[in-house]
Each structure stands twice: as structure tokens, then as C-alpha cells.
């Protein structure tokens, strides 16, 4: 079957996660915004009345008959469908809910330049933004990354389940590798205390697929309109 | 099999999705940290070094050997046990879709009054909460509003799937009825202008063992510790 992912064309946003397993499986799919007509028949889709399972936002996915939204939840169906989780039932859910922690994680980057208003500019709620930064530097990326250096730890590595790549996986290094970018200074100082997150950003970045992905004109770089964003007055 | 719930026990918070799934159905299950020494449990539970499977944060569930977190991976696990959720593989995704926009909704309300910090006082990120409430009030209740109408239109209702109550309309319920508490004003034109939801709300209300819930002390009431907060000034 060929999946076809609608997301924004622009950006790598949360539409990058669903790339991430695509490209790990070599997948047979396509970006269809990112074709010659593809953004408009995005946003028909999302209009559409007929719909019986509408999406309330981009990314979402057919297969076939399906249409998915919500990343996690496309990633809960492509995981068992790409062998990118484990099959049984205590394993799925516990990949499940490393991946809609990865999803906490990822709003909380994005409201470190949008703490007022996603429609509005970051120059609209810069003050505020500061103030958000700073807890999130302080408070909140310390958290996330012990806990999951802890599950690192405990599952004897290199991968958040033991010795598999899973989605969540490739979902928590694309979160790290956006906090590498948006926060340098913030990233160098969370890398010395984490050493197995460090190992699992290189061993995900060195997966043969992953390592092409990346190096591909498929890559859409990280940009300043993305959920990531290097604004070095929020990095401290 | 008895479920055993861990939540914060002074709060509505996010383990009262799951509790209200519980009660829908009639569960046999313990609020753990609701009864003598279970606080200390849950937090003890929480820092075991060798759980398999921790918790970033509470709620989370123990059912048999598992230990499962995440408030909308929890319900993903209970609807399928609990039927209330379909069992086709389509209709799962999408009461888990549809549970995973809700959630969404809740961390837009309850940033409205915590917009910088979690862990500072409301107090001292008043400012912030009014601009991000004016933004809550004029962009985005609204559009989750419009877009719940929708489904529940194109369902036939009274719930979201159509003529079976999911886990998803509970959660739907109640972050409707704690918009209801934390911004009367809002709910007022929002109730006007969306039928459907307000006749899902009646509907979840008066299903015998809901109502029976509401009424009885299990039922914690709406506080200015939990996700809604009747902050007049911020109800616009």
C-alpha cells in the first residue's frame, strides 16, 4: 500500500515524526503537499463535509480507506503496520506513552516562542517568551531528559525499548535534535548529564535510512517558522 | 479484575477522564491516592527504579502486571475492555484521535492561567493569562468548538460516533463542563452557537451511572487548583 502524509510542505513541524518512520521502514509513500497541487488538495481534504474521521489539524495520513490524524495516533498505526513497535499489547502501549510524552515535550519547545498565541508573531509576545524560555531551560527540558535517560538507563539501550528502534524512538531523537538547534547552549549542558540520550541521537543518526533521510533533499532543514527555532535570546 | 487508578487526589486534573470511564462503565476500581497511605504510594511508584514502564507523570493505571500512563493511552487500553470504544481497528483510531484533540484542548485551557510556568502561582503570571485567555476566548475555543459541532453533526449524534457513547464523549463532556466553570461567559455564546455539544452535554449528564457520579462525593468538584479555574477576569 502507498501511505500518502498531508502536512505542511514548508516546515518539518509534527509532520516530521511520520517521515521519520516512513523513511526507518523505507516506506512506499507520499508527502502529497509537497507535490505540484498537493497544499490545496490538503486543505480540501480538511474541509471536506463528507469526511467521516476529520482531522482538526495537519499532519494526517491515508491508507487506503483510513484517514488518521493526530501524530501519535498515526504513528500508533503505522508502528504495528512498520514493525516499529513491539507487537504485544504491554509493549505497544508502552511505546504509545514514551510517544505522547515526546508530544508533551514538543509543545512545550513551541510555547517556549509562542507562550501567548500561536496566531500571533514572536515579536508580538517576546517579554513573555523570555519568561516561558527560561522555565523551560530551567525547569521543564531538565525533566524530560532525566526521565528519559532513566528509561534509557533501565532498558539497557541503546533504544528506549532495549535493543529495536521504535517510533518513539525516532520521535525523541527529532525532539532532541530540535532542542540541539533551537537551544546550543541549553543542548551542550543536557548532553554531559544524559549520555545515553546522547548515544541514542547517534545511533538513530547513523541508521543507514535515517543517516540518507537526512542527508536528502527530503530533509526539510530547521527554520525560524517551524517548532523549533534558534532565537539565541531564549538559549540564556 | 480490580483497576487501580493513580491521580492526584485533591484535583479533577486529567485523571478525571479516566475515572468518569470508570464510572460509565461500572469498573470495579480503587482512586488509590484517594484512600489512606495512597499518596505516598503513587509517589513511591513513581521513583521505583525498576519499574519497566514508568510514569512521567500522574495518572496512571495499574491493570494486572500493567503499569500504563498517559491519561489518553490509558483510555486507548480501558475502551477496548470497558466497550467504550468500538472494536474495528478504524473506529479505535478514531475515538483515540478524536481523545488526543480533547486532549490538546485541555492543555490550551489550563495554559490559559498557567501560560509561563506550570510550577509558578497563577498570581504571578496574571498579565500573561489574560493575553493567552483573550487569544483562548477569540481563536481557539472557537475553532475546537466548530470543529466538535462538526463531528457531532456528521455523526447524527447524540455522540461523537453517532448512537454509542466512546470514551472520547466523556472526555468531550467534561472539558466542556469545565469550560462551563472557568468561563461562563464564553460557554454561554459558545453553547448557543453549537447545539450538538450542548445536547452531548445533556446526554452525558443524565446517563444513569454519570448522573449518579456527579451527585455522589466521588466526584471532586471544579477548584482553582485543577485544569479549569473560575478566574472572572479572565472569562473576558
Do not use: C
Amino acid at each position: 500500500m502507498r501511505y500518502e502524509l498531508y502536512y505542511w510542505p514548508q516546515i518539518q513541524g509534527r509532520g516530521e515524526f511520520v517521515r521519520l518512520a516512513f523513511e526507518e521502514a523505507g516506506a512506499d509513500y507520499t508527502d502529497v503537499a509537497r507535490t505540484p497541487g498537493g497544499e490545496d488538495k490538503m486543505i480540501r481534504l480538511m474541509q471536506e463535509n463528507g469526511a467521516k474521521t476529520p482531522p482538526f489539524a495537519p499532519p494526517f495520513l491515508k491508507a487506503g480507506k483510513l484517514l488518521i490524524a493526530q501524530t501519535a495516533n498515526i504513528l500508533l498505526y503505522l508502528g504495528e503496520r512498520l514493525a516499529l513497535a513491539p507487537k504485544p499489547q504491554a509493549g505497544r502501549l508502552w511505546v504509545h506513552q514514551l510517544q505522547l510524552t515526546v508530544a508533551d515535550l514538543v509543545v512545550e519547545v513551541h510555547d517556549t516562542h509562542h507562550p501567548i498565541a500561536s496566531g500571533l508573531y514572536y515579536e508580538d509576545q517576546k517579554a513573555e517568551a523570555a519568561r516561558r524560555a527560561e522555565d523551560f531551560r530551567e525547569q521543564r527540558a531538565p525533566k524530560y531528559f532525566a526521565y528519559f535517560e532513566r528509561v534509557l538507563s533501565s532498558s539497557g539501550g541503546p533504544y528506549l525499548t532495549g535493543r529495536r528502534a521504535t517510533y518513539a524512538d525516532l520521535s525523541l531523537f527529532q525532539v532532541v535534535a530540535g532542542i540541539g538547534y533551537a537551544f546550543p547552549q541549553l543542548s551542550k549542558r543536557l548532553a554531559k548529564r544524559h549520555p545515553n540520550i546522547s548515544r541514542l541521537q547517534s545511533r538513530v543518526a547513523e541508521r543507514p535510512r535515517i543517516a540518507a533521510y537526512l542527508n536528502s533533499e527530503r530533509r526539510i532543514p530547521f527554520k525560524e517558522t517551524g517548532i523549533f527555532r534558534a532565537y539565541h535570546e531564549l538559549d540564556g
